[in-house]
C-alpha cells in the first residue's frame, strides 16, 4: 500500500459557507478504477458480496480471503476525497441506507449519493478507515466478530481493530488475470464449429447468451446475445450458470444440447440450483433453441456429456450426502432424459482435494490415444488452492468407479 504525506492544511467549506482549515490527511491513497481486496485488521477476512449475490440490496458481509470478483472493489472518484466502492462482481456499489449504528452495510446500482460515499481515514500501521460522507460513522465487523459471514456495519468512529481495513491493490499481483477474450464471463464454454468460435458463459440472470466470432480475439469485442430466456419458469428461472453446448446426433437427428444450471429467484440460491437442458432447432450453435427436460430434482451444477463407444452419460456435481461436493455419473438414455442410478465418480477424500473446502467439481471429458479420462476440479474455487485432477478409465464401464 502506498502512502504519501501532504503538508500545509486543506481549506474546506462548511455548510454556513466559512472557509475552516483543518489538518491534512495522511490517508492511504488509491488508484481510481484498480481493483482493491479490503481486509479487516480484527477477524483478517475480506469484504465480500456475501454469496456472490448481484441484486439491489443483497448483505456486504466478511469472508475469508479468496480474491474472487465478489471480494474484489474499484474506488470511483466522487470528487473533493470521496469515493464509492465498487463491486468487480456485481457492478452496484456500497449503499448504507441509514445513519443508525448498526444498519447492514449492502450494495445497490450507483447513485452517486452521499450514504454510497466514503472518504479514507488513516490509522496505525497502514490500515485505513472508510467513513461514510452521510452518517460520518466508520464501517466495521459488527460486535468485532472473526465468523465467516459476519455482518459489516456501521458505528460511531472508534478507530477500532474492527474498523480498520488494509487495502491491498491487485493491479500488480503476480497472481492476478483478466481473461482476454471476455471480462466477467465465469464458467466458460467455448465450441468451434463451421469457421466460427462460439462462447457463452455463466449470466447470474435469467438469460443464456452466447457470442459468436471467426477468431478468438473478436470474441472480445463480440456482442452477447439471448439464444433463450428462463423467465418465468417455476424451478429454473434465474441464476444461470456454467453453461455447456454439445453438437449431439440424437433421436431428432443432429442437434445441439445446451446444459445449464439454474434454480430460484431467491437470496440463498443455492439449495435450489438444479440441471436443465436446451435442444436446438438445426445446426446452429446460436439456435433457436426449446426447452427440453429438467434434469434431477436435487442440488446440482457443472453438467457435462461423456460419450464411451456409442453410450451417452452425464457427469455432474452434486452435494449433501456427506462426503462433500462430489461428482457422479449416470446413464442417459437420449441427450435429455437419465436411466438408472447414479454413480459416484469422485469425491474430495484425499488432501490436496480439501484445501479451504471439500470440493470436487466440473467434471470435463478428455479423449486422447484411445483413452477417455475425466479432468475435474478440486479444493475450494474460493481460496488459492484450487487445482485440477484426471481419472483414467481402465475398462470400457464409466459407471464402475473405484474413485
Keep these: 500500500m502506498r502512502k504519501i504525506l501532504l503538508t500545509g492544511v486543506v481549506t474546506i467549506l462548511a455548510a454556513v459557507g466559512t472557509a475552516i482549515a483543518v489538518p491534512a490527511a495522511e490517508a492511504a491513497t488509491v488508484q481510481p478504477n484498480v481493483p482493491y481486496v479490503l481486509v479487516n485488521r480484527n477477524s483478517g477476512k475480506a469484504l465480500d458480496v456475501y454469496n456472490l449475490a448481484t441484486t439491489d440490496g443483497a448483505a456486504i458481509n466478511q469472508?475469508?480471503?479468496?480474491?474472487?470478483?465478489?471480494?474484489?472493489?474499484?474506488?470511483?472518484?466522487?470528487?473533493?476525497?470521496?469515493?464509492?466502492?465498487?463491486s468487480v462482481h456485481s457492478g452496484k456499489v456500497?449503499?448504507?441506507?441509514?445513519?443508525?449504528?448498526?444498519?447492514?452495510?449492502?450494495?445497490?446500482?450507483?447513485?452517486?449519493?452521499?450514504?454510497?460515499?466514503?472518504?479514507?481515514?488513516?490509522?496505525?500501521g497502514g490500515y485505513a478507515r472508510l467513513i461514510n460522507r452521510s452518517s460520518g460513522k466508520a464501517v466495521e465487523v459488527?460486535?468485532?466478530?472473526?465468523?465467516?459471514?459476519?455482518?459489516?456495519?456501521q458505528y460511531q468512529d472508534l478507530?477500532?481493530?474492527?474498523?480498520?481495513?488494509?487495502?491491498?491493490?491487485?493491479?500488480?499481483?503476480?497472481?492476478?488475470?483478466?481473461?482476454?477474450?471476455?471480462?466477467?464471463?465465469?464458467?466458460?464454454?467455448?465450441?468451434?464449429?463451421?469457421?466460427?468460435?462460439?462462447?457463452a458463459t455463466t449470466t447470474w440472470n435469467s438469460t443464456i447468451t452466447m457470442r459468436r466470432s471467426a477468431t478468438l480475439a473478436g470474441l472480445a469485442t463480440a456482442p452477447d446475445q439471448v439464444i433463450f430466456n428462463l423467465a418465468g419458469r417455476a424451478n429454473g428461472c434465474c441464476n444461470m450458470w456454467a453453461p455447456e453446448f454439445h453438437l449431439i446426433n440424437g433421436p431428432n437427428g443432429n442437434r445441439w444440447y445446451f446444459y445449464y444450471t439454474a434454480g430460484q429467484n431467491v437470496s440463498d440460491y443455492n439449495p435450489t440450483q438444479r440441471l436443465h437442458v436446451l435442444e436446438s432447432a438445426g445446426?446452429?450453435?446460436?439456435?433457436?433453441?426449446?426447452?427440453?427436460a429438467d434434469l434431477g430434482s436435487d442440488w446440482s451444477l457443472d453438467a457435462s456429456v461423456l460419450k464411451v463407444g456409442s453410450s451417452l452419460y452425464l457427469m455432474a456435481t452434486y452435494g449433501g450426502d456427506g462426503a462433500g461436493q462430489s461428482n457422479f455419473i449416470q446413464r442417459l438414455s437420449n441427450p435429455w432424459t437419465l436411466t438408472g442410478s447414479r454413480v459416484r465418480l469422485s469425491s474430495p477424500t484425499l488432501s490436496w482435494e480439501r484445501q479451504t473446502g471439500a470440493v470436487n467439481e466440473g467434471p470435463e471429458p478428455l479423449y486422447h490415444n484411445g483413452k477417455v479420462m475425466v479432468v475435474y476440479s478440486a479444493s475450494a474455487c474460493w481460496g488459492p488452492d484450487y487445482k485440477l485432477g484426471l481419472l483414467t478409465l481402465t475398462g470400457t464401464d464409466p459407471m464402475k468407479s473405484t474413485r
Design 63 to 86: 469472508y475469508a480471503r479468496n480474491d474472487g470478483a465478489w471480494q474484489q472493489w474499484r474506488f470511483l472518484d466522487s470528487g473533493g476525497g470521496w469515493y464509492r466502492l465498487q
Design 94 to 124: 456500497l449503499d448504507l441506507p441509514s445513519s443508525t449504528d448498526g444498519i447492514q452495510l449492502v450494495q445497490n446500482a450507483d447513485r452517486n449519493d452521499a450514504r454510497q460515499q466514503f472518504r479514507l481515514a488513516d490509522s496505525a
Design 142 to 153: 459488527w460486535e468485532h466478530s472473526t465468523a465467516d459471514g459476519a455482518k459489516v456495519s
Design 159 to 199: 478507530d477500532g481493530a474492527n474498523q480498520q481495513w488494509q487495502l491491498i491493490s491487485l493491479a500488480a499481483s503476480a497472481g492476478s488475470f483478466t481473461n482476454p477474450i471476455k471480462r466477467n464471463g465465469p464458467d466458460p464454454w467455448l465450441q468451434y464449429h463451421n469457421g466460427f468460435y462460439y462462447l
Design 283 to 292: 445446426t446452429d450453435p446460436m439456435g433457436p433453441y426449446t426447452f427440453k
